[in-house]
């Protein structure tokens, strides 16, 4: 059955714990054995498998997400009970956690479900991360049993999975004063960068899948600001991006920097290193530049303690 997922996540970003993940090779047989064959009055049905080439035969246009993170294998399976609401498990391996962390930040809304290293639940659909892998549980409809079943399906996965993961190293750059830290994603490409906060219709940015980017909500209602960060593989790809950004979206004042939008707000970009930070939706020009300088000193500070290293 062809089903579009939709994935939620609760965000808890910062911490120093030093974690553990597992070989980074996909398995199919290992990846099943995470799922339990039966949960309460409820039997599974033969899984089915896809990698990132099959996935739409799945999920349809939805499966460009997962491989927007590079998705390396899911297993779904089905529980049935005759008589009762049918309940799916769709196990992925992302082949890294910043990938797995990454695809659960598709979708924030919903409620922490306490599961996992961040877990969402709303309206029969439970997801979560754990080391390189994203879960979803779906009950095709919401009852006090199956939704009973469906934490302890998670709740039994978690429990399967023995490793944590790294939450991406950019997450450590973004300033913690007025960060909302239910409203920060990690992706990739232009696609997903547009899906949540448009831009352009064109790649001004110049990110790939080899780019590291967060995008995070600031201030509260009536006072909302975002803050991209973008690392690039080297300062001259950084350079290339910074300049058709300031081209592209401000071509006034590209040399300066900083420009007020239609809105009577501010947006401003710095290059640094082989990162690119911008700042969106500022409600005054210096806190524009207040904005670029808090994010700056943290990469620098980044950089000054691998140097240390």
Do not use: C
Request: glycine share 10%; net charge negative.
């Amino acid at each position: 059955m062809k089903r579009v997922v939709v994935y939620a996540a609760v965000l808890a970003l910062l911490g120093g714990l030093v974690l553990t993940t597992e070989p980074t090779v996909p398995d199919i047989q290992k990846l099943a054995a995470l799922i339990p064959p039966t949960i309460g009055p409820y039997v599974s049905e033969a899984d089915q498998t896809f990698d990132a080439e099959s996935i739409f035969d799945y999920i349809d246009g939805a499966g460009e997400v997962y491989r927007s993170y590079n998705m390396k294998l899911l297993v779904a399976r089905r529980f049935h009970k005759d008589g009762k609401p049918d309940i799916v498990v769709d196990l992925f391996d992302m082949g890294s956690p910043e990938d797995a962390f990454g695809v659960f930040t598709h979708d924030l809304d919903g409620e922490n479900a306490g599961i996992g290293q961040g877990s969402n639940y709303k309206a029969g659909l439970l997801s979560f991360w754990k080391d390189r892998y994203f879960l979803s549980v779906y009950a095709e409809e919401e009852t006090a049993e199956t939704k009973g079943l469906v934490f302890e399906l998670g709740r039994r996965i978690d429990g399967a999975i023995p490793g944590l993961g790294e939450r991406p190293d950019l997450l450590r750059h973004l300033p913690p004063d007025g960060l909302d830290t239910g409203r920060v994603r990690f992706f990739h490409n232009h696609s997903v960068l547009n899906y949540h906060f448009f831009v352009a219709d064109t790649n001004i940015l110049l990110l790939d899948q080899k780019t590291d980017a967060v995008l995070a909500d600031y201030g509260s209602k009536g006072d909302r600001s975002k803050v991209l960060v973008a690392a690039y593989e080297d300062g001259g790809s950084a350079a290339k991006a910074g300049a058709s950004f300031a081209r592209a979206y401000m071509p006034e004042a590209a040399e300066k920097g900083i420009v007020k939008t239609e809105n009577g707000k501010w947006t401003a970009v710095r290059v640094h290193d082989r990162y690119v930070v911008i700042v969106f939706d500022m409600i005054a020009e210096r806190t524009a530049a207040a904005g670029l300088d808090a994010v700056v000193a943290l990469l620098k500070g980044r950089a000054d303690r691998l140097v240390e290293e």
